[in-house]
């Protein structure tokens, strides 16, 4: 059973940055690959990006292109959400998800991030 | 993009009674060459996060519990819960993974009447 915790959320000037990270146990986790999904405040799911189990392949949502990076550390078992130039329209909780099998079937509890001057 | 478009927004149901969600892609998920539909559907209660319930448009997660039910192909889904129970209050979301970038459906409120 995977265990996925997100942390690093909070508030934000717009125009700053921001770092997530996703501690995650329970699997094998260099054999996954790993999304990142946001939901603006009473609104819908969002996929964001996603890294390749290896870390070699990483694709964003048009929205974040240009301004987030993804990365991992197969030893740690981590992967992060770099954000830069935030806008408040970032504003969002923010998911991390894996496969482990079939589908998403994996979730985090999620990490709020407000952007707001 | 794949645009999913979910009907309807809303939908209030007595209980016991079946609730029907619909989802349709504006282009097929299935993959020929393994004859699936890339195609999934969630369960989001308030201050969680998405519950996987159906893959590959029918297959039910485990722990699932058998009165959901997943249908369709192509471009034409349904999300059915054959008796609804109370705990069934929640927001459903299709989702495709066929390609990138993954969509979602814009969500279905699901309310008891």
């Known amino acids: 059973q995977a265990l996925l915790v997100e942390s690093g959320g909070g508030v934000v000037q717009p125009g700053k940055s921001l770092r997530l990270s996703c501690a995650v146990s329970g699997i094998s986790f260099s054999n996954f690959a790993m999304y990142w999904v946001r939901q603006a405040p009473g609104k819908g799911l969002e996929w964001v990006a996603l890294?390749?189990?290896?870390?070699?392949?990483?694709k964003f949502a048009d929205s974040v292109k240009g301004r987030f990076f993804i990365s991992r550390d197969n030893f740690e078992n981590t992967v992060s959400l770099q954000m830069n130039s935030l806008t408040v329209a970032d504003t969002a909780v923010y998911y991390c998800a894996t496969s482990t099998a079939v589908a998403w079937d994996s979730w985090g509890q999620g990490t709020l991030v407000i952007v707001s001057s | 993009d794949i645009v999913m478009t979910q009907s309807p927004d809303s939908l209030a149901v007595s209980l016991g009674d079946r609730a029907t969600i619909s989802c349709k892609s504006s282009?097929?998920?299935?993959?020929?060459?393994?004859?699936?539909?890339?195609l999934a559907w969630y369960q989001q209660k308030p201050g969680q996060p998405p519950k996987l319930l159906i893959y590959w448009a029918s297959t039910r997660e485990s722990g699932v519990p058998d009165r959901f039910g997943g249908s369709g192909s192509g471009t034409d889904f349904t999300l059915t819960i054959s008796s609804l129970q109370a705990e069934d209050v929640a927001v459903y979301y299709c989702?495709?993974?066929?390609?990138?970038?993954?969509?979602f459906g814009q969500g279905t409120k699901l309310e008891i009447k």
């Open positions: 890294i390749s189990y290896d870390g070699m392949k990483t």
């Open positions: 282009q097929s998920v299935s993959d020929s060459s393994n004859n699936k539909d890339y």
């Open positions: 989702q495709q993974y066929d390609s990138i970038p993954y969509t």
